[in-house]
Each structure stands twice: as structure tokens, then as C-alpha cells.
Antibody, heavy 116, light 111 residues
Framework: EVQLVESGGGLVQPGRSLKLSCAAS????????MAWVRQAPKKGLEWVAT????????YYPDSVKGRFTISRDNAKSSLYLQMNSLKSEDTATYYC?????????WGQGVMVTVSS | DVVLTQTPPTLSATIGQSVSISCRSS???????????LNWLLQRPGQPPQLLIY???RLESGVPNRFSGSGSGTDFTLKISGVEAEDLGVYYC????????FGSGTKLEIK
């Protein structure tokens, strides 16, 4: 059974940092591009970052470029998102997703709240 | 950047009714490799999204065949032939030809 389990969320003050993790199982993690997608409360889905199978290529939208860093450890079947200089508008549920011809597998999500 | 415009934003249907959702892209989603990376997702209340359709019209394993996808280039449609109660939720189109972009969603309500 495919599982993606996110962790590391919580309440953080504006300007601070947080690192999310996603543990994958049930599929060959190293064969999949991976992504982080977020959903602000009562809002739609927003792409946050994508990483290639080897980790050598990363992609970000302008809204997080320079603040967020996606990385992976294929030996541990794990995906990460380092979030720096957090803003209130980063408040959302963050999902990790495995990409195969599009976002195929999704985690349950982890909540990040940025507030003073 | 690619923009996906989904219509309608809300849909109210009775059980057994057939409905369609439109997704229009600001640019062609045909990749240089010949594939069109347009998917449809369903997000049920309180749940993460789940994949229904990939590559425009291919049904994900385990998804009922009352769901179908069609289209090409910039114009795509999801059809549900005979809505069931479990189909309520928000439907999103998503493209991965040019990075990743989501449509704004269509909320399906059951009358």
C-alpha cells in the first residue's frame, strides 16, 4: 500500500523557519519526481515545489522562490521542505505528492500556521 | 505561467444526473514528447485530493467508469455519467506539462 506521511508542521512566528518531512513507502520512491502542494484554509490547491528523481533539479513558483528549498533522500525514501522567512500567507495544509504523469499519490497533509 | 480556468465554480446535481466540468488552459498542454499532462482530481471533504483521470482521458485504477475525461490542446472536460452520493466534493484539473498548475476547483453538491 502506498503511503506518504508528512510531519513537522505547527505554529511558527513570521520570519522564522520550519522544515517539513514526508516519509514514503509502498512504491519505488527514487523513480518518482516529488512535489509539495499547499492549500490555504478554505482555498484551492497551490504548487510549492518539485524535485527530480535524483534531486539534481528543483523547481519553484515565484511565491516561494528564494525562501523554500525542496530536497530528498532516496536512501531513506524521504522528501523535505525547508521553509525560511515565513509569512502569514504561507499558512496552509502542506501535502507531499508523488508525480507520475501528474500528481498520482498524496499524503494526508500537515498544517503550518504562521502567526505571532 | 499557465493558467487553468475551471467552470462552473459550483455544480448542484441529483443522483443519477450527468454533469460536465470544463477546464481551459492559457496555453497548449501538448508536451514535446506527444503527451498531454492534464489530470483531474477529486477532493472529498476533509480528505487529501485523489487522482481520477490522467493524460486527459485515462482512468486511474479503482476509479468508477462513470468518470471520463476528454479534450486536447487547451480545452478539456470531465464528465460524470450518473452522479452518485459519494461523488460530492471539489474537482480540480491540474496540468504538469509546464511545471504544475491547478484549476480553481468545481464544488459538486448533491441535491
Amino acid at each position: 500500500e502506498v503511503q506518504l506521511v508528512e510531519s513537522g508542521g505547527g505554529l511558527v512566528q513570521p520570519g522564522r523557519s520550519l522544515k517539513l518531512s514526508c516519509a514514503a513507502s509502498g512504491f519505488t520512491f527514487s523513480n518518482y519526481y516529488m512535489a509539495w502542494v499547499r492549500q490555504a484554509p478554505k482555498k484551492g490547491l497551490e504548487w510549492v515545489a518539485t524535485i527530480s528523481t535524483s534531486g539534481s533539479r528543483t523547481y519553484y513558483p515565484d511565491s516561494v522562490k528564494g525562501r523554500f528549498t525542496i530536497s530528498r533522500d532516496n536512501a531513506k525514501s524521504s522528501l523535505y521542505l525547508q521553509m525560511n522567512s515565513l509569512k502569514s500567507e504561507d499558512t496552509a495544509t502542506y501535502y507531499c505528492a508523488a508525480l507520475l504523469q501528474g500528481p498520482r499519490y498524496w499524503g494526508q497533509g500537515v498544517m503550518v500556521t504562521v502567526s505571532s | 505561467d499557465v493558467v487553468l480556468t475551471q467552470t462552473p465554480p459550483t455544480l448542484s446535481a441529483t443522483i443519477g444526473q450527468s454533469v460536465s466540468i470544463s477546464c481551459r488552459s492559457s496555453q497548449s498542454l501538448l508536451h514535446s514528447n506527444g503527451n498531454t499532462y492534464l489530470n483531474w482530481l477529486l477532493q472529498r471533504p476533509g480528505q487529501p485530493p485523489q487522482l481520477l483521470i490522467y493524460l486527459v482521458s485515462r482512468l486511474e485504477s479503482g476509479v468508477p467508469n462513470r468518470f471520463s475525461g476528454s479534450g486536447s490542446g487547451t480545452d478539456f472536460t470531465l464528465k460524470i455519467s450518473g452522479v452518485e452520493a459519494e461523488d460530492l466534493g471539489v474537482y480540480y484539473c491540474v496540468q504538469s506539462t509546464h511545471a504544475l498548475t491547478f484549476g480553481s476547483g468545481t464544488k459538486l453538491e448533491i441535491k
